[in-house]
């Protein structure tokens, strides 16, 4: 299995699980076992999917990356509709989720593009054995 405790990515996307973890406790009960339950599903699913691409290698990692960011834009509206019902405690608890959701989709592109760009191919010596080819 690779590593990734040391990714920014993953140490954000567990910053917002564990954030979301603690700000759905402090929802109004008509809005913590639906909404809150889906935010708190939303964040793990993320993480879990960063987990996910950084073991994963080639078209498989392009593949999860684009899972990851149809995850993220799906956390980022429930982050959104649960503003508009007011189930955060303060509007800072939200800025504060969806800042770090919108750090988390520009970390995303930035992975996808360095996996997506063609890479230089690798040069080979002329002749390894030293005389003329």
């Known amino acids: 299995m690779a590593r990734y405790e040391h990714l920014p990515i993953y140490k954000k996307s567990f910053d917002l699980a564990v954030f979301l973890e603690q700000a759905v406790s402090g929802f109004a009960r008509r ?3 639906g909404l809150g339950a889906r935010l708190q599903s939303a964040a793990q699913d993320v993480l879990v999917r960063v987990v996910r691409v950084q073991n ?3 078209d498989m990692r392009v ?3 684009n899972e990851l960011r149809v995850e993220i834009e799906a956390l980022k509206g429930l982050l959104n509709l649960a503003k508009e019902v007011q189930a955060f ?3 800072n608890s939200y800025l504060h989720s969806s800042g770090i959701a919108v750090e988390l989709g520009r970390q995303t592109e930035g992975w ?3 996996c997506s760009a063609p890479r230089a191919p690798e040069s080979r010596p002329a002749n390894p054995q030293g005389g003329r080819s």
Request: charged share 25%; aromatic share 14%; hydrophobic share 20%.
């Open 31 to 33: 809005h913590k076992y």
């Open 56 to 58: 994963s290698s080639g």
């Open 63 to 65: 593949s999860e990356l």
């Open 89 to 91: 405690k303060s509007f």
């Open 112 to 114: 996808l593009k360095s």
